[in-house]
C-alpha cells in the first residue's frame, strides 16, 4: 500500500512461551465492575447495564517500561485489572458463544486522570480524556487461555513501592468475562486482537513519579514498570 504519510506501527504485546507477538485491535474496558470499588467512589453498581469505554491501542504500554506522568492532571490514578485478549469475534452473542472468544489474559493498569474524571462527572460530560490519554494502559505479556488456570479464586493485586494497595479474588467481579463481552458484543463487532479491561477492585490511589509498580494476575501474569 502506497500511504501519503507513514503508517503508524501496530501495537503489539509479547506472548509468554513463544518469540510471536499478539496484535492488538481496539481496547475496550468495564466500569463499576467490583462492587467495593464502586462504593469507594460513591456510585452503585447497575447489574443490568454494564458501563463501558474504550481507550486507543496506541496508548497500550508494555512490561517494564516507563510510564511518563501525564500532562493535564494532579491526580493520576491506578486501577489495576486483569485483561482478556480475544483470537475471534462476533456480535449479539450468548454468554455461552462469547466464552469461546478469549484467546489469552494478562494484568494491565486503567491509568485514569482522576481530577479530569470528577469534572467530567460533575458535568454531566463523557470521560474520554480522564481515560484514554497517552500511556493510559499499561499490560502484561500475554498468557495464552490454554496455559492458564483462571477461575473465581484467582488473585488480582497491585504493589507500589513495595506496598499492598489493590487485591481482589476474579470471583468479586459484579460481571464475569462471558457475560462482560456478551454485554460488548451487543454495542460493537468484536474482533480478533481486541483486549478488555474486566475492572478493578478497591483501594484505587494516586500514583507520584518515581514510584514503581507491580501488578499481578497471580499464577497467570506480571506487569512492573515506574512512572516517570
Known amino acids: 500500500m502506497n500511504y ?119 458535568k454531566g460530560h463523557p470521560w474520554d480524556v480522564a481515560k484514554g490519554f497517552d500511556h493510559s494502559a499499561p499490560v502484561s505479556a500475554l498468557r495464552p487461555a490454554d496455559a492458564a488456570t483462571v477461575g473465581a479464586q484467582t488473585v488480582l493485586r497491585l504493589s507500589v513501592n513495595g506496598e499492598l494497595r489493590q487485591q481482589s479474588t476474579l470471583g468479586e467481579m459484579v460481571h464475569d468475562v462471558p457475560h462482560i463481552l456478551a454485554a460488548l458484543s451487543t454495542l460493537f463487532e468484536l474482533k480478533a486482537g481486541d483486549l478488555v479491561f474486566t475492572g478493578t477492585p478497591a483501594g484505587v490511589a494516586a500514583l507520584q513519579r518515581g514510584d514503581r509498580f ?15
Open 4 to 122: 501519503i504519510i507513514d503508517a503508524p506501527a501496530l501495537p503489539s504485546l509479547p506472548v509468554i512461551g513463544s518469540d510471536r507477538r499478539f496484535p492488538i485491535r481496539r481496547v475496550f474496558c468495564i466500569g463499576r465492575n467490583y462492587a467495593e470499588h464502586a462504593r469507594e467512589m460513591g456510585a452503585t453498581v447497575d447489574k443490568s447495564t454494564p458501563m463501558f469505554f474504550c481507550k486507543p491501542a496506541d496508548a497500550v504500554v508494555g512490561d517494564g517500561a516507563d510510564v511518563a506522568y501525564p500532562q493535564a492532571t494532579a491526580d493520576l490514578h491506578h486501577e489495576v485489572e486483569m485483561v482478556v485478549a480475544l483470537g475471534a469475534g462476533g456480535h449479539d452473542l450468548s454468554p455461552e458463544q462469547a466464552a469461546a472468544l478469549v484467546w489469552g489474559y494478562g494484568v494491565g493498569l486503567d491509568l485514569t486522570r482522576r481530577d479530569l474524571q470528577a469534572q467530567a462527572k460533575a
Open 214 to 228: 507491580h501488578a499481578e494476575l497471580v499464577g497467570v501474569a506480571e506487569l512492573h514498570g515506574r512512572i516517570v
